[in-house]
């Protein structure tokens, strides 16, 4: 009868540990093989000695099943004695591997120490690589950055950025930049910048502009000139409309001198505003009183309420910016970013100085890694190995190896019964 689902047996539930103990299904097949063959060369010698010598050919197969039992078993004895005591026998020289844990754990240590984690080692072996060529093509090819590794490193980084503590995180972002500007002497770049600027004529642009404005702030301020010309005007002046003429003259004067600065390169007025800017280039680079004064007004604005939400504001947006691309596959192949690193990835491949440059600061980073943390790293492998039962280090081991060493019990059972051929081979013959 057909069992109802309260009386089913539970399903065993997964255990990803005894999962990764387990044989994997090439060593069980090996097994199989090996221990089938030794079989049958047991099926052989017991079949040839019930027939009896009835043909010469029955004396072959019996010396070739007879020494393939006797290899077969011996390397079976050699394969099994590695790991364990065969047939649980504590036969001594036996469970090589569980016996000599702690040894292996330290010369396996120490073979990394001696072999890979020396400084002058690891700066010979990274002599013969070259890294900035690989990471070049890497950048140049759009499609190598949505593989394993760039999902990865996007998964990761968006992990990283959604596991800090943001409050935190943006204040110390914040507080960097800050810095960065209060440390910063605005000033003398300020007076460089404008200075280039007004040696090849790029001021010219900001000089008409100043003077549009002024025309725009003119016209726009027109009904305030007038109410000011008739406030201060007397009695008489109003009377007769003297101030209205006056307020007009002003304005039509003015009009007229912005629209001859803005028709003519060589206006007085625009070669002494010229000058002005000159001067205050010079000023802004080596006037201490100019510089003074630009450097507390750059504090000011930095302290300013305002410019502390801009930063936070700025740093929130930054932080959406790098959450969309790394976790949108479609990012990180378009748009600015995916250019500019695909145009990075071509110099560093064709740039022979550059691939120089990266490689040497590769190198030196990581002989310096050896020297600081090989030490470490050789006892995080000792202590590791120590660490772990006997019984896990056992089966990874038998594991790792165990298919290649059923190889050398199919081969030992075969070699094993072409020798006692041979020997039956010269003992017939003398």
Do not use: C
């Not at 504590?90 to 469970?95: D, F, L, M």
């Not at 404005?213 to 305030?224: D, F, K, M, P, Q």
């Not at 590791?384 to 019984?391: A, E, Q, S, V, Y």
């Not at 190896?401 to 003992?427: E, F």
């Amino acid at each position: 009868m057909s069992l109802r689902p309260a009386d089913r047996p539970a399903t065993r539930p997964a255990n990803p540990a005894a999962d990764r103990l387990a044989p994997p299904r090439a060593l069980v097949r090996m097994r199989i093989i090996a221990g089938g063959l030794l079989l049958a060369m047991a099926a052989v010698f017991l079949a040839t000695r019930w027939i009896g010598p009835v043909h010469p050919s029955i004396g072959f197969a019996r010396a070739f099943a007879e020494a393939a039992m006797v290899g077969g078993l011996a390397d079976w004895f050699a394969v099994t004695a590695l790991f364990r005591h065969p047939l649980g026998l504590p036969i001594p020289h036996t469970a090589i591997v569980p016996r000599n844990k702690d040894r292996i754990g330290d010369t396996l240590a120490n073979f990394l120490r001696d072999n890979f984690l020396v400084p002058a080692v690891v700066a010979r072996r990274m002599h013969r690589i070259d890294m900035a060529a690989a990471a070049g093509r890497w950048l140049a090819q759009p499609g190598s950055r949505d593989g394993r590794i760039g999902r990865g490193a996007g998964r990761l980084l968006a992990a990283m950025l959604d596991a800090f503590d943001q409050q935190r995180l943006g204040g110390m972002v914040k507080a960097s930049v800050a810095n960065r500007l209060r440390a910063l002497e605005i000033s003398p770049l300020l007076g460089q910048a404008l200075e280039a600027a007004i040696a090849k004529d790029r001021h010219i642009p900001l000089l008409n502009g100043l003077i549009r404005w002024g025309g725009a702030l003119l016209r726009a301020n027109e009904a305030n000139i007038r109410a000011m010309v008739h406030e201060r005007s007397g009695t008489l002046m109003r009377w007769t409309g003297l101030d209205e003429t006056v307020a007009n003259k002003i304005i039509d004067g003015l009009d007229q001198m912005l629209g001859d600065m803005a028709d003519d390169p060589n206006h007085p007025l625009r070669a002494r505003a010229e000058e002005g800017l000159v001067a205050l280039a010079a000023d802004l680079q080596f006037d201490p009183e100019m510089r003074a004064r630009v450097e507390a007004l750059k504090l000011d604005i930095i302290d300013n309420p305002a410019m502390q939400r801009w930063l936070d504001g700025l740093w929130e947006s930054a932080r959406q910016s790098m959450l969309r691309h790394v976790r949108d596959p479609e990012a990180r192949s378009a748009g600015a970013l995916a250019e500019a690193l695909q145009q990075l990835g071509q110099t560093m491949s064709e740039s022979v100085t550059l691939r120089a440059t990266i490689n040497r600061f590769v190198r030196r980073a990581t002989v310096g890694l050896a020297a600081d943390y090989g030490s470490g790293i050789v006892r995080l492998v000792s202590e590791t190995i120590r660490g772990w039962d006997t019984r896990t280090i056992t089966r990874r081991l038998e594991n790792a190896v165990g298919r290649d060493l059923q190889y050398i019990r199919i081969n030992g059972t075969l070699v094993g019964g072409l020798v006692g051929v041979a020997l039956h081979a010269i003992d017939l013959a003398l």
